[in-house]
């Protein structure tokens, strides 16, 4: 097979850069550092859709674009206009360039069946300004979702090489890549297990460990304090993330740790979690804050009602690494919250629909994911742009401004209703 794919290659067209080989492109743009105007955008766009619709005579493609906010990106008038689908989605989760598992599930779901309905059908991959790193994440969770790859640290690194390695220092002041490699595993597990993702789980975090106290006052000590986003499981009608933690600031409340004088630092929590959840660990100075360390899980996928973070598990500043012994661990500990809320079904199919989303915008969003034979019937609904935003924790697929409207010959999958 792969030499049949090395016979056949086509050099993909200009502008764009082929991901996995098999109709996946992200638009070169992405991957360097200059910032683009509104302006830039529509000459950009309208010859790399020619020169792809020549590539694919048949074409018809889907486009997804990772973002800041929740009005119209940029780049979905000039896509619009030839009867592309665009498809919005955040590009972090509580400040970390990643998604919740829903939106994963949602974004892998909806590729692969794109992708299966025929080999006219096209994905298009396009990041905002600050959007590189979830692009990336998702395109690696693509191919090994796809089984295009193995290995999720080999996958990832091959997509951040098409960047200069400074643009990712640039937008992300910590290294995000140890909780994008966690949510990796997360994806590989897929292939082994029946049901993925697993029925999300309401857990306690009881406490943080510390058993290797990190130097990062240059007195070989710290004074940690903890901020946890996440879902608050007790809150059953509000799955959106909140601050369900935020340490006193204060030095005087904070616990010092030093090497000499402690063996470990324990730090009680005592909060219900369910579902992702970003941490971070501060470390508290006498006026200022500085990032110690962040990671985030989802709570499915906890063994054991333990978490253990090494110093490689841990995203952490870009130059800060050193500060952290090279046997540095975190323990965070769980428990069972009482049996009644202790597994609470996740809603997977984020196509359900909701008294404020439109009824043509859900119908055409179960077309693309999950009727391939609805698409080959013909509709002249004017085009929409579809923005996938999580409001009180509900996926929501909203509705923006009619754009054009399709002609009877053009190809129901090319558009949106």
Known sequence: MALFRKLFY????DGLVEIGGDRVYVFDRCFNTDVWEEKN??????RIISQLKDHYPDVSIL????????SRSMIANDLSEHDVTIMDYPRHYEGCPLLSMEMINHFLRSSESWLSLGQQNVLLMHCEWGGLPVL???????LIYRRYFTGEQKTLDMIYKQAPRELLYLL?????????????????????NMQWPPLDRALSLDCIIIPMIPNLDGEDGCRPMFRIYGQDPLIVSDRSPKNLVSSPKKSNVVRYYKQAECELAKI??????????????????????EMMFRTMFNTSFIKSNILILNRDEIDTLWDAKDQ??????????????????????????CFEKKVDLPMEAFAKVQ?????????NQKDDTPVKVLQLVETKGEMKMLELQPLIALSNSSPIGSSVE
Do not use: T
């Open 10 to 13: 086509r050099k993909p067209p």
């Open 41 to 46: 955008y529509e000459g950009y766009v309208a």
């Open 63 to 70: 486009a997804f674009n990772f973002r800041e906010g929740e």
């Open 136 to 142: 990336a994440f998702m395109l690696a969770a693509l």
């Open 172 to 192: 992300q002041p910590l290294n995000p890549i140890p909780s994008q490699l966690r949510y990796l595993q997360y994806v590989a597990r897929r292939n082994v």
């Open 268 to 289: 009680d929590i005592n909060c219900h979690i369910q579902g992702d959840v970003v941490l971070e660990c501060i470390s508290l100075h006498d006026d200022w804050e």
């Open 324 to 349: 952290f012994p090279k046997d540095f661990r975190a323990e965070v500990l769980f428990s069972e919250m009482d049996a009644a809320a202790s597994v609470v079904p996740v809603d997977l199919s």
């Open 367 to 375: 077309e693309i994911v999950n009727s391939a034979d609805s698409l």
